[in-house]
């Protein structure tokens, strides 16, 4: 079976070489197993045909039967087309041609009766279809009436005449061959429990549902199947790296008692105790820790980090705190070595500016022990960098560090593996987290520290502009200081937006009285620390900034931040950017500028952002809106190679899918059971490399 669905899709009936080298290039379609599993993205209802003169504007694709009373080609150069004239009796439309218009010319005989399908547009008082789908009527009356499939395509497949009905063609040939080849590839119970149909009809009626309840049970079982051997794989990987790996065992917390006693600057929340008992009892379990810890923007993850570095160096161990950015690898080593300073620790930092000479000083005594805590960027790294005992490794922002660099730090310690505890303020949807995070243990701050007060966010038009100013003078004269965020750098002649210089130069005219810093990301890294500096010190009132301030930098007395083209960002940047304020003990304010044309989509985001604080909020309705792989940036790196399920949708029957395969791993972790023989077998014909045990291979 394995064999068959590995075998080229060249050598289906109707494809041949340069087709199949088009599908390999346009939609990674290579053997007869891709394109089984290359399914339709919606399906059009062809069982109801509709009369022209009962066509609206709001109608989705219609199906009109009717005769073409007479066509021609109008226009020349690129601005030729064919137009036909369409009648069903009920009234007339046009079709029209702008590309292939001699096939279509050839193709559409008058006084034949023809069944059109497409899109109808109005166009004056009549209505229009391009490029209609076009089948005489004796072929339909041969075909059962049923819901069409239609699949993803690309431009390229279009200019070559391969349509969404070639890919119908191409599929209706393999499940004739392939059919009998499918084989059932979950456990009988598993079936039964949900009461699935068999695999082979679940992926006949994907593509051909001849009823929606078909098309229903499909979608349902094959969901289910994909998410249970994607939470198959994380918790086998889970169960496998604690059986492995050792971990150090650290259970003397005479160091945490006296930073407790003597040290902590503020009573810790409920939420971060509960999470330092989690990291805790993974630390002293002599298990290899692998926890994921999240918490909005402020909620205090940075001191539980140093609690945990604590609880490592009082075992003799050192620790290493890696952050995404420079800016953001200083302010944690400024914050923290107050701290250390009055534990009497020694602390570093290694950044790629860090001079020659103290690279070495740093080596040599990471090397010795003598270097309790460093805190880095992926300086961090490098081959020459080795420590004497590293206990507990530490990555702030985890998405900007891929799983191999995450890797790299296991290796930076002989004796044993560290213990790694990965940070993120980018709050991560439940969903997400299981099928991203499924092997790391999550721990979750769900609570800002007391005295905070919550960020008042408004939207305001760009008419609005001079009420906006006036509260920006009030705020500044009261002694606060003001963010100012754009989307761009240089003017864009596609994008109608208030570049990054022109929004500084009317903010200068607006504001003649006060000093303003300017900060983005082609400044030299010099030029952007002396800017950031004046503007904690004070000495400006406002920063006119790109997105770079979106990570890490602390100014607590900048209570305002307006960002200009609000509707241009994505929900889970304007949550990491309205963080950068609400660091003091004063109100903040976020105030979201944009124009009145809004689509559907940034309405919802910017009505979101002014209704919640609530990071884990705004991160669901994120992924509904932009998908997993725009969220997380997985989408170029394959970790999130789904092919039928939707991490925004499927909660539900993610939730089954995680609980079935956390049932099986604890009755039968090796899968040996004869029952689980088709879990292993599936396993086994999967690719080595993929990410997606639930393929056809």
């Given at each position: 079976?394995?064999?068959?669905?590995?075998?080229?899709?060249?050598?289906?009936?109707?494809?041949?070489?340069?087709?199949?080298?088009?599908?390999?290039?346009?939609?990674?379609?290579?053997?007869?197993?891709?394109?089984?599993?290359?399914?339709?993205?919606?399906?059009?209802?062809?069982?109801?045909?509709?009369?022209?003169?009962?066509?609206?504007?709001?109608?989705?694709?219609?199906?009109?039967?009717?005769?073409?009373?007479?066509?021609?080609?109008?226009?020349?150069?690129?601005?030729?087309?064919?137009?036909?004239?369409?009648?069903?009796?009920?009234?007339?439309?046009?079709?029209?041609?702008?590309?292939?218009?001699?096939?279509?010319?050839?193709?559409?005989?008058?006084?034949?009766?023809?069944?059109?399908?497409?899109?109808?547009?109005?166009?004056?008082?009549?209505?229009?279809?391009?490029?209609?789908?076009?089948?005489?009527?004796?072929?339909?009356?041969?075909?059962?009436?049923?819901?069409?499939?239609?699949?993803?395509?690309?431009?390229?497949?279009?200019?070559?005449?391969?349509?969404?009905?070639?890919?119908?063609?191409?599929?209706?040939?393999?499940?004739?061959?392939?059919?009998?080849?499918?084989?059932?590839?979950?456990?009988?119970?598993?079936?039964?429990?949900?009461?699935?149909?068999?695999?082979?009809?679940?992926?006949?009626?994907?593509?051909?549902?001849?009823?929606?309840?078909?098309?229903?049970?499909?979608?349902?079982?094959?969901?289910f199947e994909e998410l249970f051997y994607i939470q198959l794989r994380l918790l086998k990987?889970?169960?496998?790296?604690?059986?492995?790996?050792?971990?150090?065992?650290?259970?003397?917390?005479?160091?945490?008692?006296?930073?407790?006693?003597?040290?902590?600057?503020?009573?810790?929340?409920?939420?971060?105790?509960?999470?330092?008992?989690?990291?805790?009892?993974?630390?002293?379990?002599?298990?290899?820790?692998?926890?994921?810890?999240?918490?909005?923007?402020?909620?205090?993850?940075?001191?539980?980090?140093?609690?945990?570095?604590?609880?490592?160096?009082?075992?003799?161990?050192?620790?290493?705190?890696?952050?995404?950015?420079?800016?953001?690898?200083?302010?944690?080593?400024?914050?923290?070595?107050?701290?250390?300073?009055?534990?009497?620790l020694t602390i570093e930092l290694l950044t790629g500016s860090t001079k020659k000479s103290?690279?070495?000083?740093?080596?040599?005594?990471?090397?010795?022990?003598?270097?309790?805590?460093?805190?880095?960027?992926?300086?961090?790294?490098?081959?020459?960098?080795?420590?004497?005992?590293?206990?507990?490794?530490?990555?702030?922002?985890?998405?900007?560090?891929?799983?191999?660099?995450?890797?790299?730090?296991?290796?930076?310690?002989?004796?044993?593996?560290?213990?790694?505890?990965?940070?993120?303020?980018?709050?991560?949807?439940?969903?997400?987290?299981?099928?991203?995070?499924?092997?790391?243990?999550?721990?979750?701050?769900?609570?800002?520290?007391?005295?905070?007060?919550?960020?008042?966010?408004?939207?305001?038009?760009?008419?609005?502009?001079?009420?906006?100013?006036?509260?920006?003078?009030?705020?500044?004269?009261?002694?606060?200081?003001?963010?100012?965020?754009?989307?761009?750098?240089?003017?864009?002649?596609?994008?109608?937006?208030?570049?990054?210089?022109?929004?500084?130069?009317?903010?200068?005219?607006?504001?003649?009285?006060?000093?303003?810093?300017?900060?983005?990301?082609?400044?030299?890294?010099?030029?952007?620390?002396?800017?950031?500096?004046?503007?904690?010190?004070?000495?400006?009132?406002?920063?006119?900034?790109?997105?770079?301030?979106?990570?890490?930098?602390?100014?607590?007395?900048?209570?305002?931040?307006?960002?200009?083209?609000?509707?241009?960002?994505?929900?889970?940047?304007?949550?990491?950017?309205?963080?950068?304020?609400?660091?003091?003990?004063?109100?903040?304010?976020?105030?979201?500028?944009?124009?009145?044309?809004?689509?559907?989509?940034?309405?919802?985001?910017?009505?979101?952002?002014?209704?919640?604080?609530?990071?884990?909020?705004?991160?669901?309705?994120?992924?509904?809106?932009?998908?997993?792989?725009?969220?997380?940036?997985?989408?170029?790196?394959?970790?999130?190679?789904?092919?039928?399920?939707?991490?925004?949708?499927?909660?539900?029957?993610?939730?089954?899918?995680?609980?079935?395969?956390?049932?099986?791993?604890?009755?039968?972790?090796?899968?040996?059971?004869?029952?689980?023989?088709?879990?292993?077998?599936?396993?086994?014909?999967?690719?080595?490399?993929?990410?997606?045990?639930?393929?056809?291979?």
């Amino acid at each position: 079976m394995r064999a068959f669905f590995e075998t080229s899709i060249e050598f289906l009936k109707g494809v041949g070489p340069q087709r199949a080298i088009l599908l390999s290039k346009e939609l990674k379609i290579f053997t007869f197993g891709d394109l089984i599993q290359h399914y339709p993205f919606r399906y059009e209802d062809r069982t109801k045909f509709y009369q022209i003169a009962e066509l609206t504007d709001e109608l989705p694709f219609v199906q009109v039967k009717g005769r073409i009373l007479s066509k021609e080609i109008i226009g020349a150069g690129h601005k030729k087309r064919l137009v036909a004239i369409f009648s069903d009796g009920t009234g007339q439309m046009e079709l029209v041609w702008f590309q292939g218009i001699n096939w279509a010319a050839e193709k559409i005989k008058t006084g034949v009766e023809f069944v059109v399908f497409g899109k109808a547009t109005r166009y004056g008082s009549k209505f229009n279809i391009a490029h209609p789908e076009l089948e005489p009527v004796i072929n339909i009356n041969q075909k059962p009436a049923s819901l069409h499939p239609v699949y993803p395509l690309t431009e390229k497949l279009r200019a070559k005449h391969i349509e969404s009905k070639t890919l119908s063609k191409f599929m209706q040939e393999l499940l004739v061959v392939a059919k009998e080849k499918i084989r059932e590839t979950l456990p009988l119970s598993l079936i039964q429990r949900n009461r699935f149909i068999p695999k082979k009809d679940a992926l006949i009626n994907i593509h051909f549902p001849p009823t929606p309840e078909a098309l229903a049970a499909a979608q349902s079982r094959l969901k289910f199947e994909e998410l249970f051997y994607i939470q198959l794989r994380l918790l086998k990987m889970k169960v496998l790296r604690k059986e492995k790996f050792r971990g150090l065992i650290f259970n003397d917390a005479g160091l945490v008692t006296t930073f407790y006693n003597e040290h902590l600057p503020f009573a810790l929340t409920n939420a971060q105790k509960k999470v330092i008992k989690e990291i805790y009892s993974d630390l002293k379990s002599g298990k290899q820790m692998n926890r994921l810890l999240q918490g909005d923007v402020g909620s205090g993850k940075t001191i539980v980090g140093f609690i945990c570095m604590l609880l490592a160096i009082g075992s003799k161990a050192q620790a290493a705190l890696m952050a995404p950015t420079e800016i953001l690898a200083q302010q944690h080593f400024k914050n923290l070595g107050r701290y250390a300073a009055k534990m009497n620790l020694t602390i570093e930092l290694l950044t790629g500016s860090t001079k020659k000479s103290d690279r070495k000083r740093i080596h040599e005594r990471l090397q010795d022990g003598s270097l309790n805590i460093l805190i880095g960027t992926h300086a961090l790294l490098e081959e020459e960098v080795q420590f004497h005992n590293l206990g507990l490794a530490i990555i702030d922002e985890q998405h900007r560090f891929g799983v191999a660099q995450r890797s790299k730090l296991w290796q930076k310690n002989d004796n044993s593996v560290p213990h790694v505890l990965v940070m993120t303020a980018t709050p991560i949807p439940r969903t997400l987290a299981m099928t991203l995070y499924g092997d790391l243990d999550v721990s979750v701050i769900d609570e800002l520290p007391a005295g905070r007060k919550p960020i008042k966010t408004v939207h305001r038009f760009d008419s609005h502009r001079l009420q906006v100013n006036q509260f920006l003078r009030e705020q500044i004269e009261a002694g606060r200081q003001v963010y100012m965020v754009y989307p761009l750098i240089e003017e864009s002649e596609k994008l109608d937006l208030k570049h990054l210089m022109d929004g500084y130069e009317s903010v200068c005219r607006a504001f003649p009285d006060y000093a303003i810093s300017i900060l983005h990301g082609k400044m030299k890294p010099e030029a952007k620390d002396f800017e950031m500096l004046r503007f904690v010190k004070g000495e400006t009132k406002i920063m006119v900034a790109t997105t770079v301030i979106e990570v890490g930098v602390d100014v607590p007395n900048a209570s305002v931040m307006v960002i200009e083209n609000a509707e241009r960002f994505g929900l889970s940047q304007l949550h990491q950017l309205r963080g950068r304020v609400g660091r003091g003990a004063e109100q903040s304010y976020c105030l979201l500028m944009t124009n009145y044309k809004l689509s559907a989509d940034s309405k919802v985001r910017i009505e979101t952002m002014v209704r919640t604080n609530n990071g884990f909020e705004i991160a669901e309705t994120d992924l509904k809106l932009r998908g997993p792989g725009d969220l997380m940036g997985t989408q170029q790196s394959g970790v999130l190679d789904l092919l039928i399920a939707d991490l925004g949708k499927d909660n539900e029957i993610l939730q089954r899918a995680r609980e079935a395969a956390v049932e099986i791993l604890e009755q039968d972790p090796e899968l040996k059971n004869p029952e689980n023989q088709v879990i292993r077998i599936q396993i086994d014909s999967s690719r080595k490399s993929t990410m997606n045990w639930s393929r056809i291979s």
